[in-house]
Nanobody, 126 residues
Framework: QVQLVESGGGLVQAGGSLSLSCAASGRTFGSYAMAWFRQAPGKEREFVAAITWGTISSRYADSVKGRFTISRDNAKNTVYLQMNSLKPEDTAVYYC???????????????????WGQGTQVTVSS
């Protein structure tokens, strides 16, 4: 069982940066693939980024590639999302998610994740 708590959202001007954190409870955090999803008003939840456990690899949505970076610190039971060069279209509620899967891969669909945080609002003004 994993409980996730996001933090770090807020209001930022276009071109600015924000860093999101997701703190996880549980002693087996290191065995979960982690991901960030987001949901803008009136839109479906969409994949942003994911990171494996074990041999670390990551993947990003095309819309954030080169601007966002996902990382994890297993000693701190925390996954991060560094967001740079933010655009108004990045405005959304950002969710952290965890999946107990085999090492080296991660689901790209939200239905592959069994644990979710409550979300944190990110608003980018133009």
């Amino acid at each position: 069982q994993v409980q996730l708590v996001e933090s770090g959202g807020g209001l930022v001007q276009a071109g600015g940066s924000l860093s999101l954190s997701c703190a996880a409870s549980g002693r087996t955090f290191g065995s979960y693939a982690m991901a960030w999803f987001r949901q803008a008003p009136g839109k479906e939840r969409e994949f942003v980024a994911a990171i494996t456990w074990g041999t670390i690899s990551s993947r990003y949505a095309d819309s954030v590639k080169g601007r966002f970076t996902i990382s994890r610190d297993n000693a701190k039971n925390t996954v991060y999302l560094q967001m740079n060069s933010l655009k108004p279209e990045d405005t959304a509620v950002y969710y952290c998610a965890a999946a107990r899967v085999s090492s080296g891969w991660f689901p790209l669909s939200d239905n592959g994740y069994g644990y979710w945080g409550q979300g944190t609002q990110v608003t980018v003004s133009s």
